[in-house]
């Protein structure tokens, strides 16, 4: 325990202690905006089918924005690109909420819905690979990078489960409009502190050094599929969760059970540190998927809450394993002036998979009942470890990539030397 806490510690000498409080708070509109968009636009106009299509819009405006983003981050660096992004993106959402609440029609809240996803400014990825390339920089030992990216992993996980408890939570005090403004000044401020964090500037851009684009390895693009199929994944156990609790008669019981998911996902990938660096990331992927179908099969024949939360906790177990070991592959497969883009890549995956898969799920589950929904989890699980083992090009044994280089004159962030 002492070990991973010190490993954690040279994580947060690297970034400073500003930059994961700003990036995590930078990301937390990002949680809140989905489900917040939906029971705005649900309350407004009564119609669920309408909330349904705001709610759709906004992840494919996401699932196709995120990589564009990303890519301009590398070409042009996350300072310039992310604060633009964040104030359009606060602008979008603010327009969502006023067409909402003046029951505009649904063409117009499907078109905000778009425009507020496209322009997220993927604080998340962008964060992940700004915090690896610091410890690329600095020549940090592959554990310390595992850590990094494990750290990234739990804010993700920890943003994922409390911004639509939020969300819940002010639309049962007040109304889901005050969470999506909340969402959206949040995102203003926090978005911008983080784009302006002096560790923006430490890793040189691909513009910056003037490198030809170059071709991904075909392994690259596996790991962006398998990205996808861990989001449906996502979107099949909600739909899932969502119809069993309806079935049991505890249907306010669907956030808890999704939320202690999301708490044991969390929590597996802090321990992620503890991997042994002697076990290859191709194995560890291998061991991550199959752990992915083992724990999702008891979800076939859950019947009571009690027996759903305990299925859904061990499975939150094997997520974060697999979703670290997903960036880490890649992290190590692409160029590093294209790591941003990458990372888009992987966080709109999830957006999309996860979607489609609600989408889809939730018709099987009102037709066929809850185990329809679980089977869709466990069939791209099965597929997830087909693309574990079929891939080729992945990294057999622990190595690392050259360090990242330093832009001219740049000096380490005001916050982040290393403390004693």
């Not at 924005?65 to 992004?85: C, E, F, N």
Request: positive net charge; proline residues 6%.
């Amino acid at each position: 325990m002492s070990g991973a806490l010190h490993t954690y510690r040279k994580v947060i000498a690297l970034t400073g202690p500003l930059l994961p409080v700003v990036s995590f708070l930078g990301r937390l509109p990002t949680a809140m905006c989905q489900l917040g968009s939906v029971l705005l636009v649900a309350e407004t106009s009564g119609s669920l089918a309408t909330a349904g299509l705001a709610g759709g819009a906004l992840a494919l405006g996401q699932t196709a924005g995120g990589p564009l983003l990303g890519r301009a981050a590398d070409r042009h660096g996350q300072r310039r690109v992310v604060p633009a992004a964040a104030l359009v993106n606060a602008a979008a959402v603010t327009a969502l909420v006023l067409a909402a609440l003046a029951h505009t029609g649904t063409g117009r809240l499907a078109l905000l819905g778009a425009l507020a996803g496209a322009s997220v400014p993927q604080v998340g990825p962008l964060a992940r690979t700004r915090t690896v390339s610091l410890a690329r920089r600095a020549e940090a030992d592959e554990r310390t990078v595992a850590a990094a990216l494990s750290f990234e992993g739990t804010l993700d996980e920890v943003s994922f489960v409390l911004g639509p408890a939020l969300v819940g939570l002010a639309a049962a005090l007040s109304h889901p409009a005050v969470a999506l403004l909340a969402a959206a000044g949040l995102l203003a401020v926090c978005g911008t502190a983080f784009a302006l964090h002096p560790s923006a500037g430490q890793v040189v851009g691909e513009e910056r050094v003037r490198t030809p684009r170059t071709r991904l390895p075909g392994a690259v693009y596996a790991l962006r599929v398998t990205m996808v199929l861990q989001g449906a994944m996502f979107g099949a156990s909600q739909a899932g969760i969502t119809a069993l609790a309806e079935r049991l008669g505890r249907p306010s019981q669907t956030g808890l059970v999704y939320a202690a998911m999301g708490v044991m996902s969390a929590a597996a990938g802090l321990a992620m540190v503890a991997v042994p660096e002697g076990l290859a990331l191709r194995a560890r992927w291998r061991i991550a998927t199959a752990a992915l179908v083992l724990l999702s099969v008891p979800l076939l024949f859950v019947g009571s809450l009690g027996t759903l939360y305990a299925a859904v906790v061990v499975l939150g177990a094997a997520y974060a394993p697999h979703l670290i070991t997903l960036f880490a592959l890649t992290e190590r497969l692409v160029p590093a002036a294209r790591l941003a883009e990458s990372m888009a890549f992987l966080t709109s995956g999830i957006v999309g998979g996860q979607a489609l898969a609600l989408a889809l799920s939730g018709r099987l589950a009102q037709d066929h009942g809850p185990v329809a929904a679980f089977a869709v989890m466990v069939v791209a699980a099965a597929l997830c470890v087909v693309l574990s083992w079929s891939v080729r090009g992945l990294p057999a044994a622990s190595g690392a990539r050259a360090p990242v280089p330093l832009r001219p004159g740049a000096a380490a962030p005001s916050d982040s030397a290393p403390r004693g």
